[in-house]
Structures are given as C-alpha cells and as structure tokens.
C-alpha cells in the first residue's frame, strides 16, 4: 500500500463521523422548522433573568420620604426591646442578691426570735428600699436620659415628659403579709419576694409595660412624613 493510499484510509473516518453529527443535529431539528414561515420562540425576560436584573430599573417599594421617619421609629423599638431585656435581668440580680441576704438573716434568727416572731415585711421592708429600690431607680433614670437623647436627636418637643412611675409606696414588702421571719417560713417567703419581683404583675413587668407605653408615645410625637 502506498502512503497515498494510507492518508486516504486515515481520512475516511472522520469524514464519516462529521456526516453522522450531521445527520443527529437534522433529526433533532423541531419538525415546525420545516414549516413555511416558522420562527423561533424567543424567550421573554422574566423577573429572574439578567435582562431584568441589569438592564430594566426596579422601583423601591420604600418610600424615600418616610426613610428618616422608619430609620427613627426602629431606633425607638431597639431601645424599646433593649430596656426589656436589660429591666428584666436587673431586677432579676436583684432578686436573686436579696434572696441571699434573706437566707443569711433567717439563718441568724435565735431560737428566742422564733418565739418572738417579727412579721417578714417589717424585717425586711428598709433592706429591700435599700438594696432593690435604690439600684434600680438609677437604672431607670439612665434609660430616661437614654430616651431624652433619642427625642432630642429628632428634635421633638422639648415639653414631652418621658419618664417612668416610680410611685413605690414604703410597705413593698408587705407582699410577704404577716409571715413570721424565721426558717421554718422560708419557701412562703421566697415565693412572695419572687411574686413581687418577677412575677406577672410584679416590678419586672410593670417597667416592660412602661417602656412600651412611652416607646409608642415617642413614635406618635413624630410625623411619619
């Protein structure tokens, strides 16, 4: 064989295998191509395709007018949310501090003390001004300034009055009625110092519920637009 006769053999495969691909790609073909007239479907943009995405302009569903107003009613709720967080785990580390000193008084009580009983709220009524009253009042005082700041840096009137009711009495602790101070009374004590600190109604939430009294009266103050 000669060369010439072998490049001809090298050849012929392929020219074989290109007229195969050929045949495929024609019987692929749609058979409304063949029709006279026929043109391909041409697919529309959608709102996930990339003619939409660069080169059509999507309006904002915001406002932009209202954007101080919104930017100004979230900072409001952030410090409405942050305060019942914060109101919340203060009250409760006063609890829990008052409680131990509670334990460490009812483990002094004499064995005559207990046959002489005081009523638990005269024991502990001056303690519980002393160490909850107090801390707490000063917590509540920086929350005040804290939302003074927010009026003042969206210029609201000066006039409004953001401030929580402290109008304890001097008898809190009259929560715990006339149970005698001394060990055996321990849990009834517990429980009502509890009650009155933590409780549905009690300090925790009475200030939660004043916070997003004067968050709402804050927003109300400030035209949306």
């Known amino acids: ?15 074989s295998e290109g007229l195969w691909q050929k045949t495929i790609a024609f019987l692929n073909r749609d058979i409304r191509s063949f ?12 709102t996930e395709s990339p003619a939409n995405r660069d080169g059509e302009r999507i309006d904002s569903l915001v406002d932009p007018g209202k954007l101080d107003y919104l930017a100004f009613r979230r900072e409001v709720l952030d410090w409405r949310d942050g ?30 003390r207990q046959l002489i009983t005081k009523s638990a709220s005269e024991v ?3 303690a519980f001004i002393r160490e909850v009253r107090v801390p707490l009042f000063s917590s509540l ?3 005040e300034e804290k939302l003074a700041a927010h009026a003042g840096k969206w210029m609201l009137p000066g ?28 849990g009834a004590i517990h429980a009502s110092i509890k009650s009155l600190m933590l409780g549905d109604t009690g300090i ?14 804050l927003i109300e103050e400030k035209p949306s637009c």
């Open 1 to 15: 064989m000669t060369i010439k006769e072998t490049g001809a053999a090298t050849v012929a495969p392929h020219a």
């Open 35 to 46: 029709m006279p007239g026929w043109q391909p479907k041409v697919e529309q943009p959608t």
């Open 83 to 112: 305060f019942h967080a914060q109101v919340t785990q203060r009250v409760s580390d006063l609890h829990d501090a008052f409680i131990q000193r509670i334990d460490s008084e009812l483990d002094e009580v004499s064995f005559f």
């Open 124 to 126: 502990l009524q001056g």
């Open 141 to 143: 005082r920086q929350e």
């Open 159 to 186: 006039q409004l009055n953001f401030v929580f009711k402290k109008d304890w009495s001097d008898s809190e602790c009259d929560c715990v009625g006339d149970i005698g101070f001394k060990p055996k009374n321990r």
């Open 204 to 217: 925790a939430e009475t200030y939660c519920a004043q916070a997003t009294r004067l968050a709402r009266q």
